[in-house]
């Protein structure tokens, strides 16, 4: 069975500093990598999506790259931001078209 | 910009009571999916649907949930009877069908609190 794995479990960051988020994952057969954000008691929104034969994604102050052969994917934020306080998940897609999630990324930037 | 819709968006009940969600996904999508999130776990896959039939319900406690997705738009999830451990987050995403390449789009969620 699939296991997904993120480090670190929380993080706490100063308004402004560059942070990467990781994200490893044990069986290399992936259709796609999401990265997601939660806020607290609330649902998911889907950050960046990222296909098995792509390295990378980018979207506004976010970029999420992909290693599918280590098992590897790392969420870049760039400048944050305290709007940026969150859980955040990644999950990968199988064959079976199911998401496993890793247990996710509590960040707080700090004002 | 079309949304998945739950309600209600938290429900209270006691053990031993039936307790209902339910799930209007983004107008056109084939696919369904109910997933159940513990605090402080990621979300994990309860049931799946492709239109109206279920494609993998092999997580869902079947002596006392289910789910039915009947003319394949709107779905419904039950639990009875209702146990202290399914207190959760019980999320809905759909996709536009079912594939390996296909984005799920999640809605709020229903907190479940059950005493």
């Known amino acids: 069975k699939q296991e997904v794995t993120q480090i670190p479990a929380a993080l706490s960051v100063p308004e402004g500093e560059n942070l990467v988020l990781n994200c490893s994952f044990t069986?290399?057969?992936?259709?796609?990598l999401q990265w997601f954000r939660q806020d607290p008691g609330k649902g998911l929104t889907s950050l960046l999506l990222?296909?098995?034969?792509?390295r990378e994604q980018t979207s506004g102050r976010l970029n999420a790259s992909l290693d599918k052969s280590s098992g590897r994917s790392t969420l870049y934020i760039a400048a944050s931001q305290p709007g940026d306080s969150a859980t955040y998940l990644c999950?990968?897609?199988?064959?079976?078209?199911?998401?496993?999630f890793g247990t996710g990324t509590r960040l707080t930037v700090i004002p | 910009e079309a949304e998945v819709a739950q309600s209600p968006r938290y429900k209270i009940t006691e053990k031993s009571q039936a307790v209902a969600f339910w799930c209007d996904p983004i107008?056109?999508?084939?696919?369904l999916y109910w997933y159940r999130q513990i605090l402080g776990q990621g979300p994990e896959l309860l049931v799946q649907?492709?239109?109206?039939?279920?494609?993998?319900d092999s997580q869902l406690p079947k002596d006392r949930f289910s789910a039915e997705r009947l003319k394949g738009v709107d779905s419904t999830l039950k639990i009875q009877p209702a146990e202290l451990g399914d207190s959760a987050m019980y999320l809905c995403?759909?996709?536009?069908?079912?594939?390996?390449?296909?984005?799920?789009?999640f809605g709020p969620g229903t907190r479940l609190t059950v005493l």
């Open positions: 649907f492709q239109d109206e039939s279920v494609v993998d």
């Open positions: 990222i296909q098995s034969s792509q």
């Open positions: 999950a990968v897609q199988t064959g079976a078209n199911n998401l496993f």
């Open positions: 995403a759909s996709s536009p069908r079912r594939g390996a390449y296909n984005e799920q789009f």
């Open positions: 069986d290399s057969a992936i259709y796609n």
């Open positions: 107008s056109g999508h084939a696919t």
